[in-house]
Antibody
Framework: QVQLVQSGAEVKKPGASVKVSCKAS????????IHWLRQAPGQGLEWMGW????????DYAQKFQGRVTLTWDTSTATADMDLSSLRSDDTAVYFC?????????????????????WGQGTTVTVSS | DIQMTQSPSSVSASVGDRVTITCRAS??????LAWYQETPGKAPKLLIY???TLQSGVPSRFSGGGSGTEFTLSISSLQPEDFATYYC?????????FGPGTKVDVK
């Protein structure tokens, strides 16, 4: 079945970087964008950006520009999220999610229909 | 960024009740709205997209409506597995933004 499986929990010190991996299975990895989101303790969901595993194209929320890097490896069907210069308020559960595009014709609009498959989440704790 | 609000922030209900949640956008988003259900320790689940289209496999007791700036999610007859937190998300403009959530708990 279609699933996204994320890497395990991380504990990092302020100023460090963290990499979270997301391995896809059950579908053609390069056919769907992958989104990254996070949820701080007791808070709502926050969209961070997406990557197109076909072209390598990315789009990041302005809030994370310069601190987040999304990469992919088609050979392993894995998408990675690197977040640098960690602060205590980066403590959150990080999710990858498969895009559910709106495709009315030959063109598709990523994200227009939301995200239909989610990873299980990875807890990142930033603490000195 | 488009701001999303939800009301109520929480609602207490019983099995069999009808529950309606409202989501408002700070500017018009046509029908570019999705609804998710989240239960503790699990990832969000897509329920509805394009404001009113039920995702495959989602029970028909869930329905969505609205357009522009005001939207609703209704559960016609609450089931035990529906006690959860519900989020709306605008998919019109980047960055995609979510409402703060509505928790449906047991009365």
């Amino acid at each position: 079945q279609v699933q996204l499986v994320q890497s395990g929990a991380e504990v990092k010190k302020p100023g460090a970087s963290v990499k979270v991996s997301c391995k896809a299975s059950g579908y053609t990895f390069s056919d769907y964008y992958i989104h990254w989101l996070r949820q701080a303790p007791g808070q709502g969901l926050e969209w961070m950006g997406w990557i197109n595993p076909n072209s390598g194209g990315t789009d990041y929320a302005q809030k994370f520009q310069g601190r987040v890097t999304l990469t992919w490896d088609t050979s392993t069907a894995t998408a990675d999220m690197d977040l640098s210069s960690l602060r205590s308020d980066d403590t959150a559960v990080y999710f990858c999610a498969r895009d559910f595009p709106y495709c009315p014709s030959l063109s598709c609009y990523p994200g227009a229909n939301g995200m239909d498959v989610w990873g299980q989440g990875t807890t990142v704790t930033v603490s000195s | 960024d488009i701001q999303m609000t939800q009301s109520p922030s929480s609602v207490s209900a019983s099995v069999g009740d009808r529950v309606t949640i409202t989501c408002r956008a700070s500017q018009g988003i046509s029908s570019w709205l999705a609804w998710y259900q989240e239960t503790p320790g699990k990832a969000p689940k897509l329920l509805i997209y394009s404001a009113s289209t039920l995702q495959s496999g989602v029970p028909s007791r869930f329905s969505g409506g609205g357009s522009g700036t005001e939207f609703t999610l209704s559960i016609s007859s609450l089931q035990p597995e529906d006690f959860a937190t519900y989020y709306c998300q605008q998919t019109s403009n980047y960055p995609f933004t979510f409402g703060p959530g509505t928790k449906v708990d047991v009365k």
